[in-house]
């Protein structure tokens, strides 16, 4: 196991959870993507890397909604890409989603400062932001230039 994946095996363990072998094995795999997954790639990844240890798709996913709920895993609805799963990883990230074409653009964190102060400031609500993507139009598809 790499930094990512030990670093979230410690806070879990910090929290007085377990670290059961399916709970061991997403966390894994989420630690080596260089991508959000989805419970299908999720379950290709382990199953490549474990072929001893057959992991179903309720399991992965039972696994994701417990490390989302200790706030160790964000999920979000990707459109057509569907719901991905990655670790909250520092700084933050999120993403504009064009409907027409389908093209992705990763922002900052930050974008979102404003809205988590007002949030707090007036309606004394601390907001979750984990992964947002917000859809849209992207600038070439808004200028007609889809080719």
Not at 47 to 64: C, F, G, K, N, W
Not at 71 to 77: A, E, N, P, R
Not at 95 to 106: A, F
């Amino acid at each position: 196991m790499k930094g990512a994946e030990m670093d979230v095996i410690e806070q879990v363990k910090a929290q007085g959870e377990r670290v059961t072998l399916p709970r061991r094995l997403v966390i894994e795999a989420l630690g080596q993507a260089h991508d959000h997954l989805t419970i299908s790639a999720l379950q290709r990844h382990i199953q490549a890397e474990h072929p001893d240890q057959p992991m179903s798709d309720t399991t992965i996913y039972r696994v994701l909604q417990w490390l989302k709920a200790i706030g160790l895993v964000s999920q979000t609805d990707m459109g057509q890409a569907g719901t991905v799963y990655a670790l909250i990883d520092r700084p933050q990230h999120h993403h504009l989603i064009c409907l027409n074409c389908g093209g992705t653009i990763t922002i900052d964190d930050a974008v979102f400062e404003a809205l988590r102060a007002t949030l707090s400031a007036q309606y004394h609500f601390m907001p979750r932001i984990d992964h947002m993507a917000i859809y849209g139009t992207c600038e070439r598809c808004a200028d007609g230039d889809n080719s």
